[in-house]
Each structure stands twice: as C-alpha cells, then as structure tokens.
C-alpha cells in the first residue's frame, strides 16, 4: 500500500506512466478564474464558487459517468496488456540469470570460503488482475482549489474562490492542498463526504466554509486530535448557505449562479497519506449516528 501511495500520488494530475507515450486522456480540466474586473465565461464549461471565512484549500475528484468508466476501463486494461508484454520479455533474460545463479550459488554451498557468495537476480513478479497497480481515478481528475489565487478577497482572510471545471459530478475529497508531483498537506473526507453536479453555463455555488477559530475549539492538555473534532463542537456547520451579508460579487450579475444540490457519497482510500476525517454532518442532506451515515437528500439526488 505505501509502494501504491507514493506511486499515485504523483500522478494526481496525470495518466500512468505506462500511457505516457500514447494519446493522453484527460477526464477534466480546471483553472482558476483569476480576479479581474470583467468576467467571460464560456459557455461550454461549469463554474464552481466557494466562498470562506479564510483562505483554505478544497480539493474535489470527479464521479465518473458511465463514459469516463469505459475510458478508464480501456486504459487500464491497455496498460495491464503493455505490463505483460513486459513481462514476457524480461522472463527469457531473468530465467537465464536465475540458472546461472543456481549454478554459482551450488559451487559456493561446496567451497563457501574460497567463493564469492553468488547474488541471485531481481525477483521477476508476473503481472496479474490481482496484483497490477494502476492509477485510480479519483488521482487522474482532482481539481485543487484556493488557498491561493482567490477570486476576491475580504477582511480577515474572507475568500472567495471561482473555479472553471470540466461539467459533471464531483465529490468534496477534503480540506487538502495537492500540488502535483510533489504530494499532498491537510485532511482527507475519506470516511464520507458528499457529491454534487457541476453543468456547462452554470456557476454552481457551494456555499460558504467556515473553519473553525481557536476559541471554539476546547482542546484537553495533551490531546492534539481534538483539533480536528469539529463535530464536537455544538451548532457547527462545515458547509453552509453564505451569510446574508456577504452578496454575491457584482461581477456574476449576469451569470446564471444556482445553488448546489448535495448527496452523501461513501468511503474513498487516503491516496495521499493525510489525515483522515469525514465530512461533518450537512443539515438536510445528511447525518451521522455513531459510524453509520444517515442520508437526509432527496430520492432523487441519493446516488
């Protein structure tokens, strides 16, 4: 698992390695609006908003739809095909060097003093469905979004982030900054989360993101875990409708702004090896009794 971690972790914006030299398949694309005093939006892309009490990162993967499945399936399945034609190369030439081991090792068991003990080759592990490694989806569409390039700024670090991103659904991964090639800092939802649709001419506003301040949170004597407890704290809401006060900026008056839709979304691996949570219950969408996720969303948006 740790071989796997820090293998996919640099490909967090990327295909395998093994698909280097063919066409690359890109499932989304993603870039920050940059704060300007006039907005084009094109009408081809969807638009994510995120507003916040401080500057803080989100990161989003995408859900795949039923194409991106048959893209994906197509190129694992090709890069598990180039792995055993590898394979079979290297068996001739591993075999060989394992005979000759066998050989030498046989001389030095006879006359251990007189010898150098013989090294044997580089186990040769054939590729197979069970044990062929490739890059997960999740790792190939990540959308990184804030801290930096934020699309307007307040007082206190107050942030507004505008995101263009490729149209579908996308899950809330968690608080985490990914820079790829170079892993990954913050804290997974990798216990649960929640998923919503992005549409092409549309500015789907998350809502707002509170973080929690140093005064709301009553950490024992010696017990750092509880810095990350947000449930405990009472009446605390991760993800919320933004503060009446806070208007949406001038700029998207002419932009078709619609609220997200919300539903819970289960358990995803900690590619990157951060801390784990799970995202904190999300009134009218979802709670949680002990370990067990209550979904609270429509029939419709249960997916």
Sequence with gaps: MKRLLIATAAFAACVSPALAKKDKVVFVTASAVKDQPALALDPARAYVLIRSNVAMPLHLMRIPSGEDQVKYDALKAEAFAEAREKYAKKKASYEKAKAAYDKAKAAYDKAPTRVLKPVPPEELVEPTEANFEFTPFGLMTGVSIGPLFRFAKGENGASTYLHAITPGRYRI???????????????????????????????????????????????????????????????????????????????????TVVQAKFWPVGKMPNYFGVSVGRMPPLAGVMRYERDRKTMLAPPELKR
Excluded: H
């Excluded at 820079?179 to 997974?188: E, F, H, I, L, M």
């Excluded at 301040?213 to 509880?226: S, Y």
């Excluded at 009472?234 to 806070?246: I, N, V």
């Design 173 to 255: 991964y968690g608080t985490l900054s990914v820079v790829a090639n170079a892993g990954a800092t913050g804290a997974c939802f990798c216990m649960g989360s929640v998923g919503f649709e992005v549409k092409a001419g549309q500015v789907t506003d998350l809502g707002y993101l509170r973080a929690l301040t140093p005064d709301e949170i009553k950490v024992p004597a010696g017990d750092a875990t509880r810095l990350f407890d947000s449930e405990k704290v009472e009446g605390y809401q991760f993800l919320q409708a933004a503060p009446a006060s806070w208007t949406l900026d001038p700029r998207l008056a002419g932009a």
